[in-house]
């Protein structure tokens, strides 16, 4: 497959600004690292190497990509550094943008930011590197969002991998110490006044000790 030039790229990266019309009430984010050797999954390329991480990200996002279809909602795709507009999230399914901030917090209140002013009432982003998340429990994270006005997936590690709301709760985004073991508690404590609802513990894989658990990664551990 040929690589894009710096053309291709720049027009890919204008679908960022398209306006796309809600066809639902309910928007599904999705973070993603743009997938390039050395340079995704660097905790578990000390162990496995960059080649194997790579491939162990990739088997990731086709994971995400496909449970995320059946997601009840509109879905965005917001890229880390560049738009692709041929590749695993197809361009009938998924819309493209950017992430713009210069931190995760800065980057995550910018998509809420900029969905919730489209006119959607719910909003959750999900990250992509979780082989344990399905689409019934975003779908359900969407209905816990009736009665409850935050709602958060968290990580064994001690983030968190799901997060939902109705209005803009800017000061969850601030002051965080991001990628740590802090970060779910300092957020739970900055919505102690909102009603805010825990789904299940899941775990992301950031680390060789987080893939050890599951068959079908076995493939990329020939250390």
């Not at 802090?182 to 909102?194: A, E, G």
Request: aromatic share 8%; hydrophobic share 35%.
């Amino acid at each position: 497959m040929g690589l894009l030039s710096s053309k291709d790229t720049a027009s890919a990266n204008e679908m960022a600004t398209d306006f796309h019309f809600p066809t639902s009430k309910k928007a599904l984010i999705i973070f993603t690292r743009n997938p390039e050797l050395g340079k995704c999954k660097t905790r578990l390329a000390a162990t496995i190497g960059d080649e194997n991480a790579l491939e162990v990200y990739k088997f990731l996002l086709n994971h995400t990509a496909h449970i995320s279809k059946d997601i009840k909602a509109d879905r965005y795709v917001f890229y880390s550094e560049n738009i692709k507009k041929e590749d695993l999230w197809e361009s009938g399914v998924f819309r493209k943008k950017l992430q713009i901030g210069p931190d995760l917090g800065a980057r995550m209140q910018n998509a809420f930011s900029e969905l919730l002013e489209m006119g959607y009432e719910k909003v959750i982003i999900i990250g992509s590197d979780l082989l344990d998340l399905n689409s019934e429990l975003v779908n359900d994270a969407f209905s816990q969002l009736d009665s409850n006005d935050v709602v958060i997936g968290p990580a064994l590690d001690g983030g968190y991998y799901l997060l939902g709301m109705k209005n803009l709760h800017p000061n969850i985004f601030e002051n965080k110490t991001w990628g740590t073991e802090t970060v779910l508690k300092d957020t739970k404590n900055d919505l102690q006044n909102s009603k805010l609802h825990l789904l299940k513990e899941l775990n992301d894989i950031d680390t060789f000790e987080d893939m050890q658990q599951y068959e079908q990664l076995k493939k990329f551990q020939n250390i």
